[in-house]
């Protein structure tokens, strides 16, 4: 996922640390549906799609799962993903990774942008061969 522009997500303030929230982008000029997790000043950032069945994994629209255990749970066969590089560490696509998507904050503004871009504090890159 390389074809996309630097543009602003949402407020930093917008996402509760330790939750997630769910936001439309453009990349390679498809909208899609990305999720955010805030842990203190970082955010992170995958695609809405689970790896085993290509489903959402939000229950309803921007809502997800955590288990107890601090895992991103798919509302659909159950698979749960460690929140530092979306590894799935227990049910069907175990051993698969979350579709991570580069963002920055910048100041108090969480931006869809790649690393290199200029950014001060960039946080996370495309991980496609994971």
Request: charged share 25%.
């Amino acid at each position: 996922m390389q074809g996309y522009s630097r543009h602003r997500l949402i407020a930093l303030a917008d996402i509760a640390d330790g939750d997630f929230a769910e936001v439309e982008a453009t990349l390679d000029g498809d909208a899609e549906s990305l999720i955010l997790y805030r842990d203190g000043d970082h955010v992170r950032a995958w695609l809405n799609v689970c790896p085993h069945a290509g489903r959402r994994l939000d229950w309803a629209p921007g809502k997800f799962l955590k288990s107890r255990e601090g895992l991103l749970v798919c509302a659909a066969h159950g698979a749960s993903f460690e929140l530092g590089e979306g590894l799935c560490v227990a049910g069907p696509c175990r051993g698969s990774h979350l579709r991570a998507i580069a963002v920055s904050v910048v100041g108090d503004e969480v931006l869809l942008g790649s690393c290199g871009s200029g950014f001060s504090r960039e946080l996370f890159q495309d991980s496609t061969d994971s």
